[in-house]
């Protein structure tokens, strides 16, 4: 199976059908996408295809095939944060940090369709992705941040 | 219906440390590579009041070069002038590492991106017998200040060696000790390079007034922020060791039923999974985590039926029903007093103060 992560074309040896999640985890080494519930709800696991947001642990690795997958760690590009990567760290959008990269990459998957969301928009975008420290104000803050300062959001 | 027993707290099992840090000091900074360790030994008392504690025998008897018994934290200026601090504290999100960091990075009038703190890797840090309670900042933060205090004389002593200055014309500013006569400086790095120096301190060591802090009481980004918002950060679930599995529980459907029989069969022929049955004990293994779900459920498992319990639904009503000495009488709970009587009240039942 061919999979083109963050740009760059990998083969991978995983049966078809096991969820994206843990082909970009256990056999990538890409462990910035998180397991939080293994059923896609919480969050923690979101990664972009073709720019969409999807839950990574509830989608077989074949669907990813012929996809452009994006995962936290190709956020940044020669050592510069996204926008909303840079909002996170400046707002301190974050607690123990497990659930942050799901945050971001949701939040990137946002703004690609939607490059200015407005606060109810935000929460409705973001509302499948869970916060156990619960630091959902300053989330939506950040969005807020990179959708401003945004061209490249 | 059966009376409610209260687990136990895993610090409540405490049986104290198995072993006790027992190098030599020499050995230690070897280890390290050279530079300027700090050790912080705790008081009896503190290291009884604390988790920190730990308490023995220490040392091997080698003179004045033995460890020291009870250890709290250790503070190492390498020789590149970098710092290292080790605490068996860990980070949950509570922002330990950057509030640790943050009163090293006082003490040493040092940018914080020069601090690296090792936190619960047992195999390098002090013991520690856990983070909980609250304690990480009235114990741990206290102990880490006056290490890296004393760290700073230190490097005060060395620099007004070097230079044949006063102690009193030198100043630690930015990882450099300046004379402020001179306008010379020494870098950290250039005054720990070659050095093999140790100092053992006690809990009495001076640290710097809250009056004249700098960097704490200030807000300070997150020191690790970089890492978890790049998905850069290993958390414990992220990390991979040789030969290991990833294995999950096979729980009873309610709270103290018991496993009676179990039929693996389908889970066992399962590629690559490994069903472990020990006892009351059902749990499978897998190199592969996204077969774990799949394998557990495919157990069939049969449980005892406990005694109906009270769950979310009926719990008030169980509490109304089993109080000791009955619910009372509504118009007791509009007084001035009632709030006093409460917390006496759940002190006798539960022999805990809220006082």
Known sequence: MELVVNGRRRTSSSDPERPLLYVLREEFDLTGAKYGCGEGQCGACT??????????????????????????????????????QEAFIELDAMQCGYCTPGMIVAGVGLLKKNPHPAEAEIRRAMQGNICRCGTYPRIVQAVRMAAQGGSHA | MPEFSIEQERY???????????????????????????????????AEAQESGGRGRGGRGGGGQAMPENLGAWLHVREDGGVTVYTGKVEVGQNARTSLVAGVAEELRLDPKHIDLIMGDTQLVPYDMGTFGSQTTPRM????????AVAREML?????????????????????????????????????????????????????????????GRDLTKVNARDIVTGRHRYSPDMVRPGMLYGRIVRPPAYTAKLQSADTSAAEKMAGV??????????????????????????????????????????????????????????????????????????????????
Request: charged share 20%; with cysteine.
């Open chain 2, 156 to 216: 005060v002593d060395l620099a007004a060696q070097q230079m044949k200055a006063d102690r009193s014309a030198l100043r630690v500013e930015n990882g450099n000790v300046v004379n402020q006569a001179s306008g010379k400086k020494l870098s950290f790095g250039e005054l720990s390079k070659g050095q093999e120096l140790s100092r053992t301190i006690s809990a009495n060591a001076q640290v710097t007034l809250a009056t004249e802090w700098k960097t704490l």
């Open chain 2, 274 to 355: 490994t069903v472990v049955h020990d006892g009351e004990f059902l749990g499978v293994a897998c190199a592969d985590s996204s077969k774990l779900a799949p394998a557990a459920a495919a157990i069939k498992a049969q449980w005892s039926t406990p005694t109906p319990q009270p769950n979310s639904n009926d719990v008030y009503s169980y509490f109304k029903a089993h109080v000791r000495g009955g619910v009372q009488p509504a118009a007791e709970v509009t007084d001035t007093g009632f709030q006093e009587r409460l917390l006496s009240k759940l002190a006798a039942l539960t022999g805990i103060s809220l006082f």
């Open chain 2, 12 to 46: 409540e099992l405490f049986e104290g440390p198995a072993y006790h840090f027992t190098p030599d000091r020499r050995d230690f900074l070897k280890l390290l590579g050279g530079g300027i360790l700090v050790l912080l030994t705790l008081e009896p008392e503190d």
């Open chain 2, 141 to 148: 933060a206290p102990q880490i200040h006056k290490v890296a």
């Open chain 1, 47 to 84: 990664v972009l295809l073709d720019g969409e947001a999807v839950r990574s642990c509830r989608v077989p690795a074949r669907l990813a095939q012929g996809k452009q997958i994006t995962t936290i760690e190709g956020l940044e590009h020669d050592g510069k944060l996204h926008p909303l």
